[in-house]
C-alpha cells in the first residue's frame, strides 16, 4: 500500500497528521502538488510537483494509483476515479468514500455546481474543528491498521 495525497487543498494539521503516520508505520507516502510546502524529513515522506493547472495533481493521482492504495482527497471526481481502480479513499475529515456512497456524493456535487452557476451562494464547507482532525487521525490509523493487517 502506498498513499497519495491531493494536497493542493489538503489542510496543514491534515498533512501533518498524515505524515507522521506514514513515517510510524513505514508506508511510502506522497503529496501530490502543484506548489510547494514544508513537509517533515522522512524516508518514507516526499512531495511531487506538478505543473500548474486545472486537475494536474489529480490527473497525477489517478495515473499512479494503484489497486489497495489509499488515496486522500477531498475531491469527488477524483474519488471515484480511484475507487474504479480498487483503491481506497478517505476525506481530510476522515470521511470514506466508498462504491456504495459515491455516486449520491457526485449527485450531490453536480447538483451544487448547478445552483453556484445559476448565482445561488451555497458557501463552503465550515473550518476545520478539532473533532473533524481526531475523526481524520481515527479513521487513517484504522485502515493503516487494516491494510498492514491484511499485508502480514
Not at 510510524?24 to 506548489?35: D, E, Y
Not at 468514500?97 to 455516486?103: A, G, L, Q, V
Request: glycine fraction near 4%; charge should be neutral.
Amino acid at each position: 500500500m502506498e498513499i497519495w495525497v491531493d494536497a493542493d487543498a489538503c489542510p496543514g494539521v491534515i498533512r501533518e497528521i498524515i505524515a507522521k503516520a506514514a513515517h510510524k508505520r513505514a508506508i511510502n507516502t506522497t503529496f501530490v502538488a502543484n506548489h510547494s510546502f514544508s513537509l517533515p524529513k522522512s524516508p518514507h515522506v516526499r512531495l511531487y510537483q506538478v505543473p500548474s493547472g486545472f486537475d494536474e495533481a489529480d490527473k497525477e493521482i489517478e495515473r499512479r494509483v494503484s489497486e489497495g492504495d489509499l488515496v486522500i482527497t477531498a475531491d469527488i471526481p477524483l474519488a471515484s476515479d480511484v475507487l474504479d481502480k480498487s483503491a481506497l479513499v478517505l476525506t481530510p475529515r476522515g470521511e470514506r468514500y466508498t462504491e456504495n456512497n459515491i455516486k449520491q456524493r457526485l449527485q450531490m456535487r453536480d447538483f451544487m455546481e448547478t445552483m453556484r452557476s445559476s448565482g445561488e451562494h451555497t458557501g463552503g464547507p465550515s473550518a476545520l474543528s478539532l473533532t473533524d482532525r481526531k475523526h481524520f487521525s481515527d479513521q487513517l490509523d484504522r485502515l493503516l491498521t487494516r491494510a498492514q493487517r491484511a499485508q502480514a
